[in-house]
């Protein structure tokens, strides 16, 4: 998925501010891209609330 992706990828270096459409990403590679991420932002999300709920008893500042 990666390579295929970096392919379709713009250089900001490259790129300017506008309304044009410079290159469209099909739909299939959006879903294909959100499945892959879906994992990596829920474990983001469990890691969080665990570390929320760890400190959230202790007293900070003392």
């Known amino acids: ?3 295929n992706m970096k392919k379709k ?9 506008s309304a044009e459409v410079v290159k469209r990403i099909p739909k299939c590679d959006v879903v294909e891209l959100n499945s892959t ?7 983001n999300k469990r890691e969080r609330i665990a570390s ?3 400190i959230a008893d202790m007293i900070l500042g003392k």
């Open 52 to 54: 929320e709920e760890q």
């Open 37 to 43: 991420l879906e994992p990596i932002i829920s474990q």
């Open 9 to 17: 990828r713009l250089k900001a270096t490259f790129t300017t501010r």
């Open 1 to 3: 998925m990666f390579e």
